[in-house]
């Protein structure tokens, strides 16, 4: 399941929008009953505004109506990506104890929850 994730995550590297950072990430998260929502991260010239892979494929997924998540596998054009600190909120607030997928190949995938990643993340 992960290795398939990961290979999901890795079919949207090349639709990143990162002309600024030449970054490329792709992501793909699975919900409990077993959908795949995948994003890629889009920059904006406005820097602040551009959004991470991880926020794109959750974005697509909650705004479908998925409320819980199993899994996201991330990954970058140069392989590992960690999501990043808002990422890591923004995922908590749906499902602290999913999984976080990323690795160089799929043969070398590391995997840890994301509550490990975010300890004690903000809820109201
Ligand atoms: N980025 C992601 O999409 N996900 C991550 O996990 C880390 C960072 C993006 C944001 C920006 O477009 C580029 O990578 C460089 O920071």
Request: proline letters at 0%.
């Given at each position: 399941m992960y290795r398939k994730l990961y290979k999901e995550a890795k079919t949207m590297i090349d639709n990143a929008y990162a002309p600024y950072s030449r970054f490329k990430v792709g992501a793909a998260v699975m919900t409990t009953d077993g959908k795949i929502f995948k994003g890629a991260n889009i920059e904006n010239a406005s820097f602040g505004a551009g959004?991470?892979?991880?926020?794109?494929?959750?974005?697509?997924?909650?705004?479908?109506?998925?409320?819980?998540?199993?899994?996201?596998a991330v990954v970058s054009g140069e392989g590992s990506a960690w999501p990043c600190g808002i990422c890591r909120q923004f995922m908590y607030e749906f499902s602290p104890e999913m999984k976080v997928i990323t690795g160089d190949d799929e043969d070398h995938l590391e995997v840890y929850e994301l509550a490990e990643l975010l300890p004690k993340g903000f809820v109201l």
């Open positions: 959004i991470c892979a991880e926020q794109v494929a959750v974005s697509a997924a909650v705004s479908a109506g998925e409320r819980e998540f199993d899994a996201i």
